[in-house]
């Protein structure tokens, strides 16, 4: 692999200086050992002026990597710039769930561009998975892969393979169908290069097959590949009918695409499909700002309470100073529950019916978390507040009414932080959303409770 990083500045810096001096030759020569996805990284520094020279240099398989790789934006540049002949170079070269996906990135000016210079069939078949749910297996699957028949040989199996296999994406997996194309099984290359070639296919394939449905969700698919070490899955309709494969690569993407997903979802912004820095600002904002507000007028309620018990905290001002520490606190352990259980439910090793035993579990670490803490926070109230600080406000009994609050204040913390996502997956919403921003609102609010509850027990306020 191309190690570029480091030098990647000193990359574009020479292919800049080889095209204005133009070396194309040298140029070529220089771009031929890289992987395309190598190139695409490098192309997006370049000026829209030279970036359709860098693509016209490279040979037409290398250039549809590099077009797969390149940033939806980008595409649509070299399009545009594209002859009718270069534009039906590169479709040729690209397989058809890369054609889609550029397909439902493009303006539909483009769109149409791109499906006139399709041939028939390929045109059929993009038309055929567009049609499909989006976040469906359909969607994202290929109809280019090897079909083979029950009764064929192993000679008769490796005639078609030749025959049929530069135009698929893998060849690593056939499929065995019927006259009705009803999915029957599948054998592998390895299988294939092992039997005799006279064995028939139907004797040596795998008769179990694991597949999915064209209206499965395409991260449970992705999982599914995962899970089973596949390097493709086959998809089937409603009557089994063998449709199309999603390989590992796509899968792959699925997946990228959810955890960037979740990962925004858990940091209160709305997901967007953008790169960060192709993302403008308008848009960064309008996906910020509602949960933003959402969250600034739910933290009113803690307001409502520090207001409720100003006059608590007028007679002892030092409880004022460790507010911050016990909400930060609570916010902390809820939120360390909820990541942990939205990533269990995330790979299937959590579901509702575990409810108890997560809560179960996660009492009894609330207990010691509280307990440590209550522990240090008691020794550092009273060396270093009380004798290092001279403050003589801070007295055992003040210490007694912090530590108490931040056992119970953990302890609610991770019981909310653990049920919230499983009852939110329950009723159908996504779990990310009862991340760390949302529960610790909910935290703060119970912290200050237990907090002013336990103040006027034991101080007498």
Not at 271 to 277: E, I
């Amino acid at each position: 692999m191309f190690e570029f990083e480091n030098e990647r500045v000193e990359l574009v810096e020479k292919i800049e200086d080889l095209v204005s001096r133009k070396r194309y030759t040298e140029l070529r020569d220089l771009l031929l050992p890289m992987e395309g996805a190598d190139i695409a990284l490098v192309m997006e520094d370049l000026t829209e002026e030279d970036m359709p020279l860098i693509f016209r240099l490279l040979p037409k398989e290398l250039a549809a990597e590099v077009f797969v790789e390149l940033d939806s934006d980008e595409q649509e540049l070299l399009i545009r710039g594209f002859s009718n002949t270069e534009l039906r170079e590169v479709l040729d070269e690209l397989y058809l769930d890369d054609t889609v996906d550029i397909v439902e990135e493009m303006p539909a000016i483009v769109v149409k561009r791109i499906l006139k210079h399709s041939d028939p069939e390929m045109r059929k078949s993009i038309n055929e998975i567009l049609k499909y749910p989006e976040d469906s297996a359909g969607s994202i699957m290929t109809t280019e892969f090897v079909d083979l028949k029950r009764d064929m040989t192993v000679e008769d199996a490796f005639k078609r393979i030749r025959r049929t296999g530069p135009d698929k994406e893998t060849i690593n997996v056939c499929y065995v169908i019927d006259v009705g194309r009803h999915l029957l099984g599948l054998v592998t290359i390895r299988t294939l290069l092992l039997a005799d070639t006279d064995a028939v296919i139907e004797d040596i394939m795998e008769k179990n097959v694991v597949s999915v449905s064209t209206l499965d969700d395409q991260e449970f698919t992705a999982r599914s590949l995962s899970k089973y070490d596949f390097l493709a899955l086959p998809v089937v309709d409603t009557e089994n009918r063998l449709v199309g494969i999603i390989t590992v690569d796509d899968a792959m993407d699925v997946l990228q695409d959810e955890v960037t997903e979740d990962i925004e979802k858990m940091a209160a912004i709305l997901p967007t499909d953008k790169p960060y820095l192709k993302t403008g600002i308008f848009e960064t904002f309008k996906a910020r700002i509602p949960w933003l507000l959402l969250l600034m007028v739910s933290a009113t309620f803690t307001g409502q309470i520090i207001s409720k018990f100003e006059n608590a905290l007028a007679a002892f001002t030092v409880l004022t100073a460790y507010i911050p520490m016990l909400m930060d606190t609570g916010g902390n352990a809820g939120g360390q529950a909820s990541v942990t259980v939205i990533r269990g439910i995330s790979l299937n090793e959590i579901e509702f019916s575990d409810l108890v035993q997560v809560i179960w579990k996660e009492i009894r670490v609330a207990v010691v978390c509280g307990v440590a803490l209550a522990a240090a926070n008691f020794v550092k109230l009273m060396l270093v507040d009380r004798m290092l600080f001279h403050n003589p406000l801070v007295t055992p009994v003040v210490a007694a009414v912090v530590c108490c609050t931040l056992v119970c204040t953990v302890f609610c913390a991770k019981l909310v932080g653990c049920t919230l996502p499983l009852l939110a997956k329950k009723i159908g919403f996504d779990p990310a959303v009862m991340a760390s921003p949302f529960i610790t609102t909910i935290v703060d609010a119970i912290s200050l409770l237990i907090y002013f509850q336990f103040a006027s027990w034991i101080l007498g306020i």
